[in-house]
Each structure stands twice: as C-alpha cells, then as structure tokens.
C-alpha cells in the first residue's frame, strides 16, 4: 500500500518560491508516475503536474507552466514541485498523488479517478 506525505506549503508573497516534497512509502512507486494537485476553496481539484515513472516525462498546465518544476528522486522515494513567481490563485491545498496503474502516463488533463494513492495534502497560501 502506497503511502504518500506533503510538507513545504506556506503562507508566501506574491513573486515568492516555495518548494513541496511528497515522500513516498511502497514497494511500487518507483513503477508509478506521481501527480501533483490544488484545490483551492470553492473549486474543483486540478491536476498541476505530472513525472513519469518510465523516461521523467514531465506534464504542466498552462497555468504553471514555466513557473513549477516537478522532479523525482528515487534513492528518496521524493517527488518535489519547485514553485516560482507564485500568484494569488495559486493558493490551495496541494496534494501529490500515485498513478493507479504501473507505469501509467501523465496523460493530459490529468484525471483524479487515474490516481488510485493520494497524500493529506500541504497548504499554500499566496498573499501579501
């Protein structure tokens, strides 16, 4: 059973970085590519990134894209999301979350009902 843990969320300035980990429990997450998602109060979750298991395949949205960077170290069982120029709407909650299936694709949109693991999620507030 996958387990998944956020941290590095905070309150943060418009223009500031923040970076999250997610560490990762379970013998297969290294077989499975991991998302990122928000879901801001009031709105719909959203899928803001996406690594594959296979190749590192990286997916953004155009709403981040340029400003977040996902990686993954395995030795770690660590997926980051490196957050610059962060913007007011880009305040959430923020969860990472395992792909369902062994070495699924970051397939864009990304779908929830994909991702069968999922964190307790870190907060990010952006506000001045």
């Known amino acids: 059973q996958l387990q998944l843990v956020e941290s590095g969320g905070g309150l943060v300035q418009p223009g500031g970085s923040l970076r999250l980990s997610c560490v990762a429990s379970?013998?297969?997450?290294?077989?499975?590519?991991i998302g990122w998602f928000r879901q801001a109060p009031g709105k719909e979750r959203e899928g803001v990134s996406c690594?594959?298991?296979?190749?590192?395949?990286?997916y953004y949205p155009d709403s981040v894209k340029g400003r977040f960077t996902i990686s993954r170290d395995k030795a770690k069982r660590t997926v980051y999301l490196q957050m610059n120029d962060l913007k007011p709407e880009d305040t959430g909650r923020y969860y990472c979350?395992?792909?369902?299936?062994?070495?699924?694709?970051?397939?864009?949109?990304?779908?929830?009902?994909?991702?069968?693991?999922w964190g307790q999620g870190t907060q990010v507030t952006v506000s001045s």
């Open positions: 379970g013998v297969t997450l290294n077989a499975r590519a």
């Open positions: 690594i594959s298991s296979s190749d590192g395949t990286t």
């Open positions: 979350a395992a792909h369902g299936r062994l070495f699924g694709r970051c397939t864009p949109p990304l779908a929830i009902p994909d991702f069968g693991s």
